[in-house]
C-alpha cells in the first residue's frame, strides 16, 4: 500500500555493534542486556536474538509478560531477570516458568523465601544505595543476612543488584557515595554467599570507570544508540533512522503563521514541506518549533506545533533543483539526527523518544554497518 507513513529503520547490525563495544569497555565479567519495554521500543525478538547472536546471555525486563515473551524466544539459553520483582501471589508463576526475579523489598523476599519450601530456584536481590527507587534499605539487607547465618539453609541469591541515579553525570558526588555504598554491601554479602554477583551499572555507568563495573553490567541506551553519558569519542552506532514523507510544499510570505496555535510566525518569505508524521507516531509535541531535520545535505528546522499526523519544515534553504517532492522524506532521526540530541531539544531523553515512536510507522528491521 502506498500511503504517507513515517518510516522507521532499526538497524540490527549497529545493536550488536553498540553491544560488542560496551563490552569491549566492560571490565566485569558478564555484559547483558536491559530490553525492557519492548526493546525500548525497537521490538522484542529481533533485538533479542541479535544481541543473543552477538553472545548476550543475561536479559533484564521490567515485569512478568516481557520476560515470558522472551522465554517464548529464548528458552533455558539465557537469564531472563524481573527489575520489578515478584508480585504478592505470583510466586508460583515465577517458579514453574523459571523466571527470576529481582527482589525489591524485604517483604517480598520473606515471601519468594516462603514460597520456595525448600524448593531451589533462581532469585536476585536489589538493594537501595541512595536512588530510592526500588530496592531493599541497606539495613534490611544486613538485617536478613544476619538472621542467615544462623539458619543458613536458603538458597544462595544469584546476584546483588542497585541502580544509578547519576551516572550520566560524571562527577555529581552520588557516584561515588552509591559505589561506596554498593561495594560495603557486596563484601557482607559474600561473607555469607561467596558467589553471589555483583551488578551495579548501567549504560553511563560504564563510563565512569572501572570501580562501576563489578560483575554484571545492565546496559539499556546504548546498545539503542542513545548516547547520554556516553562520551563523544566512544563510537557508538545510531541504530534508529526515523524518516517523514513530504506530503506537499507551500511557499508563505514573511510574517505569516505555521500550525496550530499560529506559534511559528515566519521573518521571512519562505518554504515549508508538510510530512506525514505526528505525536501519534511519537514526534512528540515537545518537538515543536525546536527539532531540526535533515533533507539532502541541509539542516531543516521544524517549525510550527507538530499536530496528530503531521508536522512542518523550513525547507528554504534547500536549493530551488533539489526541492523536496512528493514522498521524498526528511530525516528527524538517524545519522544526522541524533537521537539523545533531539531528545535534549525537546527538553526529554531518547528514552523517551524512542518507546513513544507509534505503532502506525512503516517498521522495517535492516542490517548494515
Ligand atoms: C532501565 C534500567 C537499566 C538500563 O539503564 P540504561 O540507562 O538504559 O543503560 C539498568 N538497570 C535498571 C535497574 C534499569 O531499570
Known amino acids: 500500500m502506498h500511503q504517507f507513513s513515517g518510516l522507521l529503520e532499526i538497524n540490527l547490525s549497529a545493536i550488536q555493534h553498540n553491544w560488542l563495544q560496551l563490552r569491549q569497555i566492560y ?6 542486556a536491559v530490553v525492557k519495554a519492548n526493546a525500548y521500543g525497537l521490538g522484542y525478538a529481533p533485538v533479542v536474538q541479535t544481541l543473543f547472536s552477538a553472545g548476550c546471555r543475561s536479559f533484564f525486563v521490567a515485569n512478568l509478560s516481557e520476560a515470558m515473551d522472551l522465554k517464548k524466544l529464548l528458552g533455558e539459553a539465557a537469564e531472563v531477570m524481573v527489575l520489578q520483582g515478584c508480585p504478592s501471589g505470583m510466586e508460583e508463576t515465577f517458579l514453574s516458568h523459571k523466571v527470576t526475579p529481582v527482589i525489591v523489598s524485604r517483604e517480598m523476599l520473606d515471601r519468594w523465601m516462603a514460597a520456595l519450601q525448600g524448593r531451589v530456584a533462581k532469585y536476585a536481590i536489589k538493594i537501595n544505595t541512595g536512588m530510592n527507587r526500588l530496592g531493599l534499605s541497606l539495613n534490611d539487607f544486613f538485617q536478613w543476612l544476619d538472621a542467615l547465618g544462623e539458619v543458613k539453609s536458603s538458597p544462595p541469591p544469584i546476584a546483588l543488584l542497585s541502580h544509578m541515579a547519576c551516572a550520566d553525570e560524571a562527577g555529581h558526588p552520588l557516584n561515588d557515595t552509591q559505589r561506596e555504598r554498593f561495594a560495603l554491601a557486596v563484601d557482607r554479602a559474600r561473607s555469607v554467599f561467596p558467589k553471589i554477583r555483583a551488578s551495579l551499572a548501567n549504560s553511563a555507568a560504564l563510563f565512569l570507570g572501572e570501580p562501576w563495573h563489578f560483575d554484571l553490567a545492565r546496559p539499556g541506551i546504548a546498545l539503542y544508540g542513545g548516547r547520554e553519558g556516553v562520551p563523544e569519542h566512544i563510537d557508538l ?60 545535505g541541509h539542516k531543516v528546522p521544524l517549525v510550527g506545533r507538530v499536530s496528530m499526523d503531521s508536522c512542518a519544515f523550513d525547507v528554504s534553504a534547500v536549493s530551488d533543483y533539489e526541492q523536496p517532492l512528493e514522498g521524498e522524506r526528511i530525516e528527524l532521526l538517524g545519522p544526522h539526527c541524533d537521537v539523545s540530541m533531539q531528545a535534549a531539544s525537546a527538553e526529554t531523553i531518547s528514552y523517551e523518544l524512542l518507546t513513544r515512536l507509534g505503532e502506525r510507522l512503516d517498521k522495517r528491521y535492516v542490517e548494515r554497518l
Do not use: H, W
Open 27 to 32: 571490565s566485569g565479567q558478564d555484559c547483558g
Open 237 to 296: 552506532r545510531p541504530v534508529v533512522t526515523l524518516t517523514l514523507p513530504v506530503i506537499q510544499t507551500r511557499d508563505i510570505k514573511r510574517g505569516e503563521n505555521v500550525g496550530y496555535g499560529a506559534t511559528f510566525q515566519a521573518d521571512r518569505d519562505m518554504r515549508i514541506a508538510l510530512v506525514g508524521g505526528g505525536y501519534a507516531d511519537g514526534v512528540i509535541r515537545a518537538l515543536s518549533n525546536v527539532a531540526v531535520g535533515f533533507f539532502k
